[in-house]
């Protein structure tokens, strides 16, 4: 996977005002990002979670904790979904 750098400026005031630094801002408002374009429709729930850096399960708990709906697609991106959704990694069954 080829990737891009994106980046801009923040002020000083506007890190010490928001009590954050350069790393925690990035990350934040890569999330933020990622939530919007998911609501927006413009990424499914994986790229959205790429976007984000997190994995869909955890992307998917923060949508919960936000009180956002996480499957209001149209059908055209149901099955996409269903497929990414398949090949979610579960942990071990350790009580075997």
């Given amino acids: 996977m080829t990737t891009a ?3 801009f400026d923040v002020s ?3 890190l010490a005002s928001l009590r954050i630094g350069p790393v925690d801002l990035g990350n934040h408002i ?3 990002a990622a939530i919007a374009y998911f609501q927006e ?3 499914s729930l994986g790229k959205a979670a790429e976007l984000a850096g997190l994995n869909r399960l955890a992307f ?3 949508l919960a904790q936000q009180g956002i709906t996480l499957f209001d697609y149209d059908e055209s991106m149901l ?3 269903i ?3 398949a090949h979610l ?3 071990a069954d350790d009580h075997q």
């Fill in 30 to 32: 890569r999330l933020l």
């Fill in 5 to 7: 750098t994106v980046s």
């Fill in 41 to 43: 429709k413009k990424l």
């Fill in 79 to 81: 099955p996409g979904e």
């Fill in 60 to 62: 998917m708990d923060v």
């Fill in 89 to 91: 990694e579960t942990p």
């Fill in 12 to 14: 000083q005031d506007v």
């Fill in 83 to 85: 497929i990414g959704i």
